[in-house]
């Protein structure tokens, strides 16, 4: 079945543009998580949605970053004027749900390596 | 703050060697540990997970991982390495609402 996709797989822009990093969860999965992942490093966790409202958010390096899920599927992390520190794989996962029971493995998409020049 | 160290960067073994790598977390309360894998040009997978239960836990591929409360300790281990488990290893501890923790990982390098 379809898994979590990310799109796009690759982005380099220069520094100081806006992007944006889509993520298409599971179909079904209302939980949806975002975590960022350095070079030599683990992933870092951002943000994650329960359903369309962002439930924490305390992973979020600063207010240049922000990130939406309007109709409780597929989510936009937004970046405004970037910064060659931003650089890194974009990872995005889902879950059936971060509420109910404990036995729910988040599946990852691809990520998007992003790249500030 | 919550953390997961993992104690190697990089392990290289020969074929037919057995594995074990190292993760300890920070946290003394709930429990919920996880390894998950990252062979090359693929997305993370999950291994295996822990929440409660049988401390000896098995997973896909003939992984397993212990769960030692009194050490803080949930190392992964197989008896016999392949060339296919070239991979990255990450162990992870889940925070409130499901989010991860992760170590900063290990690259296991099996040579034939």
């Known amino acids: 079945g379809a898994g979590v996709s990310q799109t796009p797989s690759n982005k380099v822009t220069e520094k100081g543009k806006y992007v944006e990093l889509r993520c298409d969860p599971i179909?079904?999965?209302?939980?949806l998580y975002w975590y960022r992942q350095s070079l030599g490093q683990g992933p870092e966790f951002l943000i994650y949605?329960?359903?369309?409202?962002?439930?924490?958010d305390s992973g979020l390096p600063n207010d240049r970053f922000f990130a939406v899920r309007p109709e409780g599927s597929v989510s936009t992390l937004k970046i405004q004027r970037t910064e060659r520190g931003d650089s890194a794989v974009y990872l995005c996962?889902?879950?059936?749900?971060?509420?109910?029971?404990?036995?729910?493995?988040?599946?990852f998409g691809d990520g998007t390596r992003l790249s500030i020049l | 703050a919550q953390s997961v160290s993992q104690h190697n960067h990089h392990v290289i073994l020969s074929e037919a060697a057995s594995l074990e790598l190292g993760c300890n977390y920070s946290y003394g309360g709930t429990v919920n540990l996880f390894w998950y894998v990252q062979y090359p040009g693929q997305h993370l997978q999950l291994l295996l997970k822990y929440f409660s239960g049988d401390p000896l836990v098995k997973g896909i591929k003939g992984f397993e991982a212990e769960f030692i409360k009194s050490k803080f300790s949930f190392n992964l281990r197989k008896p016999s390495v392949q060339w296919s488990d070239t991979a990255e290893y990450f162990c992870a501890w889940r925070g409130q609402g499901g989010k991860l923790i992760f170590g900063q990982g290990t690259e296991l390098s099996v040579k034939p």
């Open positions: 996962a889902s879950s059936l749900s971060a509420a109910t029971g404990r036995n729910q493995p988040q599946h």
């Open positions: 949605f329960q359903g369309t409202g962002a439930a924490d």
């Open positions: 179909s079904g999965h209302t939980a």
